[in-house]
């Protein structure tokens, strides 16, 4: 399989004291890097994310955005701890018995006082549980989604792979006849500028330029190199460095096939591989 660095998920998860909601996205980075933004009632599963993250990313940049929305039923509770009311009450009193100058406890005090509109606290443990619960569904889905997007990514590079392939093979059977053909108007420049030269002097010559814009090589190892971008995608997984070095190979042999051309052909050629190899460079940038 293989994955895009760029990714989106979002899932939500409605409990009984409130809802979660995990929101991922990622963009392409050179190395694995997390952004966290985690509500304060979640902060202590940060580490667990990171960890969980970590064992299914090899690359990008991840922001993670978990926050929690406590239930309306909590958020708008009016009826009063009876019980803890009266609690205060007696606690007010037995102090202000031993401390009469004491200020009383104002109504904004008792309204703030913890537990006065009953049970307010949450169970933490369940509710870590959930959020990473949560974190591996949305995980599932931004893992999916990248796939989805890197075999897309996959399809175009091996279509600018044939299309290279393609532009090699129309124009390999006509170089060895485009070479002779510029050689033989080459010797007779050389018999013309050289004059009482030697047949075996201007031999030599074009035998030497002939070395020289020989590109039998770099098709080869075009043909080579493109043979292992094929094998790295089939093979899939984190592929991404791997193929931006192989960029980087077809561009030598591409630039160097457009300097030993002695026709038009050979370096409209070379400039047409040239573009094809960009446009799969600037896609492999996105793969992991």
């Not at 509710?127 to 175009?156: C, H, I, P, Q």
């Not at 457009?258 to 492999?284: F, H, N, P, W, Y």
Request: contains cysteine; negative net charge.
């Amino acid at each position: 399989m293989i994955y895009s660095m760029t990714g989106y998920a979002a899932r939500t998860l409605d409990l009984e004291c409130g809802a979660l909601s995990i929101e991922l996205k990622s963009v392409n980075s050179r190395y694995l890097d997390f952004q966290f933004r985690v509500c304060e009632e979640l902060r202590v599963t940060e580490p667990a994310l990171r960890e969980l993250f970590g064992a299914r990313l090899a690359r990008g940049k991840l922001e993670c955005r978990l926050g929690f929305s406590a239930a309306a039923a909590r958020a708008q509770q009016t009826a009063l701890n009876a019980d803890l009311l009266q609690r205060l009450r007696t606690l007010e009193a037995q102090v202000r018995s031993q401390l009469p100058d004491a200020a009383p406890l104002t109504v904004s005090d008792v309204l703030r006082w913890p537990g006065m509109f009953g049970d307010e606290s949450l169970d933490s443990e369940k509710l870590v549980a959930a959020a990473l619960a949560l974190a591996k569904e949305a995980l599932d889905d931004f893992t999916a989604s990248r796939a989805r997007e890197g075999g897309k990514l996959a399809a175009m590079i091996l279509d600018r792979v044939e299309r290279m392939r393609e532009r090699v093979r129309d124009v390999e059977p006509r170089i060895p006849t485009a070479q002779a053909a510029f050689q033989e108007k080459l010797k007779q420049r050389l018999a013309e500028a050289l004059g009482s030269a030697d047949d075996e002097r201007i031999r030599q010559e074009v035998a030497v330029f002939a070395v020289r814009i020989d590109v039998a090589e770099e098709l080869a190892r075009l043909s080579t190199h493109l043979d292992e971008v094929e094998r790295v995608l089939k093979a899939g997984g984190a592929c991404g460095k791997r193929l931006d070095f192989l960029m980087q190979e077809l561009n030598r042999e591409a630039n160097t096939l457009g300097s030993k051309s002695v026709v038009a052909e050979i370096s409209q050629t070379a400039m047409d591989l040239k573009l094809l190899i960009e446009q799969m460079r600037e896609q492999i940038q996105n793969l992991e």
